[in-house]
């Protein structure tokens, strides 16, 4: 009965010593400096993010070498063709991570977990950089805010006309026609003359309120003639400087632009009312638009700060202004361990300003 007592009592203690053991090795694997047996990691996309997989150039790799090697994680690789069959083969099993341009979306949160973003991507306009033809630089003088603010100016000159005329046309009828219609044209004619100071003498105020209304008038055309006068000039010369035809979103209306069929820069310029030009490389728009068959391209802007600074052409630009803004992660299982320790290691190379640096030497520094 000794015995089987013994037995029983060594029985349970290596049970425990079996439990506890089991649970140092898992704890050892969940660990920020290991990673779990045959760790694979899936390369998917696109320069600059992914540029040579052999030898680990481009953003997304070198933030990541960076980061597994602060982890001390250890890691294989398999190419994928894109980005969206590198995340079914995560949702798949095959691979444990997935490094690359990967957007970070709430369709994908469903099928994965995401690191903190490493890079904030967005959507910009590639345009020309065109001398303005005669017909741009005489355009906004044809357009509805000029015609707006002639329109006005003729009121106010009928108004002072009018009230040039009810002062003289009694005791000045031969300057200001007794008969309203014509009159009020002599009281315009009056106020031009004194605006532009170029003082014919044909017609002239000679009763006291007139002279008062023309003297107040005399005032307020200096202020006006002199605000005119700079807003045409500056008009002239911004219309006389070669700038991107396309700027901005709201210049995209009724513009023939070239986007990737089924990305968010599709989604983006029927916002505003474009005409899509389907096209599958950032290189095959640019050439579209060199050749003058689109006038814009809507391409993700990190990719197009590269091929810029790749292809030296002054003779396009990248507007400054930014849309469509998305985060790019590192993608892993849903049922992971490892995010944390990840998520960390990410934030300490933002911090230190290594991940920039890695960024600013593909894309140069952003203006």
């Not at 090697?69 to 294989?76: C, D, I, V």
Request: aromatic share 10%; with cysteine; proline share 4%.
């Amino acid at each position: 009965m000794y015995k089987v007592k013994i037995s029983t009592k060594y029985f349970v203690s290596a049970l425990i010593f079996l439990f506890l053991f089991s649970f140092n090795v898992h704890a050892q694997r969940a660990s920020p400096g290991n990673t779990p047996k045959n760790f694979v990691i899936g390369i998917a996309g696109t320069a600059p993010f992914i540029v040579n997989p052999a030898t680990g150039s481009g953003i997304s790799l070198e933030i990541w070498q960076a980061l597994a090697s602060e982890l001390g994680w250890k890691y294989t690789t398999k190419i994928y063709v894109d980005v969206p069959s590198a995340l079914e083969a995560l949702a798949s099993g095959e691979i444990d991570a997935v490094v690359g341009p990967v957007s970070i979306t709430s369709k994908r949160e469903k099928s994965a977990r995401f690191s903190q973003p490493y890079y904030q991507s967005s959507l910009s306009i590639l345009s020309r950089t065109d001398e303005p033809t005669l017909w741009q630089r005489i355009k906004p003088f044809f357009s509805a805010k000029f015609f707006a603010a002639a329109g006005i100016f003729i009121l106010i000159l009928a108004g002072v006309g009018f009230l040039l005329w009810l002062a003289e046309h009694e005791k000045n009828p031969q300057q200001f026609d007794p008969e309203m219609v014509k009159g009020i044209g002599d009281g315009m004619w009056c106020a031009i003359v004194t605006m532009s100071t170029t003082g014919y003498g044909d017609k002239a105020p000679v009763t006291f309120r007139g002279r008062v209304i023309a003297g107040c008038w005399m005032v307020i055309s200096i202020i006006f003639a002199t605000t005119m006068v700079a807003g045409i000039a500056s008009t002239l010369t911004l219309t006389g400087l070669g700038t991107s035809v396309i700027s901005t979103a709201n210049e995209l209306s009724g513009k023939s632009v070239a986007v990737v069929a089924g990305s968010p820069a599709e989604v983006f310029v029927n916002k505003y009312g474009a005409k899509n030009v389907p096209v599958e490389t950032l290189k095959q728009g640019y050439d579209l638009l060199k050749k003058r068959q689109v006038d814009a391209v809507v391409f993700d802007r990190p990719q197009i700060l590269y091929f810029l600074k790749e292809h030296h052409d002054n003779s396009v630009a990248v507007s400054t202004a930014e849309y469509v803004r998305q985060g790019y992660g590192f993608a892993l299982p849903l049922k992971t361990n490892l995010l944390h320790s990840m998520d960390i290691a990410l934030l300490q190379l933002q911090e230190s300003g290594r991940a920039d640096r890695i960024v600013d030497e593909w894309l140069g520094e952003d203006e």
